[in-house]
Structure formats: C-alpha cells, structure tokens
C-alpha cells in the first residue's frame, strides 16, 4: 500500500508541483484573453454583411472545432519549425489552446449579438452609427453579457484543456506531474494531487458560472 499512496510526494516536490500549477493559472490566463479577443472577431465576422467575411468566419470556426485539439497544438509546435518559425512548448501550446478555444467563444458571442433586439441595431444604422461603431457601442456589449456564462465554461475547460501542453513540454502542471511520477514511481499519488490541484481552480470557476447564470436569470 505504502507504494501506491505516499503523501510525502507533496511535500518532497512542492517546488515543482507550485511552478507547473503557476504555470497552468499563467497560460490559461493568456489563452483567454487571446481566445476573447480572437473569438469576437471572428463572431462579427460570422454575421458581417460583407459575404467574404461571412466565409471566412464561419470555415474558421466549423474547421477548428472540429479537429482535435493536439492537432492546433502541434501544428504550432511542430509544423511552424518546418516553415522555419521555430516556438518553443510553452508559446505553441498556448498559441493552441488559443485558437482551438477562440472557435467555441466565437459561436458562444455570435448567439449573444443574435439575441440583441435587431431594433437596436437599427436604430444605431438611423443614428448614423457604421457596422463596426454599432458593434463596439451598442450590440457587443450586451451579447457579452447574455453569453457570459457560457464564456465562463469555456474558461473552465480551457483550464482542463491546458494539460494537453505537456506533450509539447509545455511545463504546465502535467508536464511536472510526468516528471515526478518519473522520479517517483507513484503515478496514484501524483495524479490524485494534480487532480486536486486543478480542482482548486475549477470549483470556485464553476460556481461563479452557476451564481451568474442565477443573477442573469432573474434580471431577465
């Protein structure tokens, strides 16, 4: 039993545990803030009226979603250095995890401006406002709002997304998770505490969702 359970792995690899969980809270930091921003304009380019756009907006989002997220992943890590753009694990793995996440909040923002009355946009066009001054001022706003909730389960998964960067060395918590389960031989111990580890960042994710699906719905 003393082989499969040793709590003594916490303590003797702290250091390491604490970087890759840093880490972890550091890329899925950056990848959402790229992903919202990435997403937005993508989910405007999926309703813009120019018909080009609309293409290119809705191939973006239909191809990424729809391929595994390891293939983004090692396009950037492997396929860039062949095109003579070398990245290391960490930069590839978040440029990933970026894009493959941008797809889903795209989808998730173009359904919050749908949701906007169409007579407000309307009335922006009368007031003189352009496609893209409505955007800004009137319609994103509020669909950011309808869809954050569903933006806020994409960060949750996006954090559980985030391992996937260990198969490019990407020295999130998996990564050093492999390396003291390597050291240690007790791939329970480790993956229990990793496990518990990313639990402390999904929990309290989940709940601020749940609380403001609850506001939302009772302001609606």
Do not use: C
């Not at 899925?28 to 293409?55: D, E, F, Y």
């Not at 753009?85 to 930069?91: D, H, N, S, V």
Request: net charge neutral; proline share 4%.
């Amino acid at each position: 039993m003393s082989r499969l359970w040793d709590i003594n792995v916490l303590f003797n690899h702290w250091d390491r545990f604490i970087e890759g969980f840093g880490n972890t809270i550091w890329i899925s930091l950056m990848a959402l803030v790229g992903s919202l921003v990435l997403g937005t304009i993508i989910a405007v380019m999926r309703i813009s009226p120019i018909r080009l756009l609309n293409i290119v907006g809705t191939t973006y989002v239909e191809f990424i979603r729809n391929i595994p997220l390891l293939i983004v992943v090692f396009f950037f890590y492997l396929g860039l250095p062949s095109l003579g753009i070398p990245l290391g694990g960490f930069i590839s793995g978040t440029l990933g995890l970026t894009v493959y996440t941008s797809s889903f909040i795209a989808e998730s923002i173009r359904a919050g401006i749908q949701a906007v009355p169409a007579g407000q946009s309307e009335a922006a066009r009368s007031s003189g406002l352009s496609y893209l001054q409505n955007m800004h001022h009137i319609v994103l706003p509020q669909a950011i709002k309808i869809v954050l909730p569903a933006i806020g389960n994409q960060l949750i998964n996006l954090v559980k997304n985030s391992s996937i960067l260990s198969v490019v060395a990407g020295l999130d918590l998996m990564y050093y998770a492999d390396l003291i389960n390597s050291d240690t031989f007790l791939p329970i111990t480790v993956y229990i505490i990793v496990a518990l580890f990313y639990l402390v960042l999904t929990v309290p994710l989940s709940f601020a969702v749940h609380y403001l699906e609850r506001r939302f719905a009772r302001s609606s």
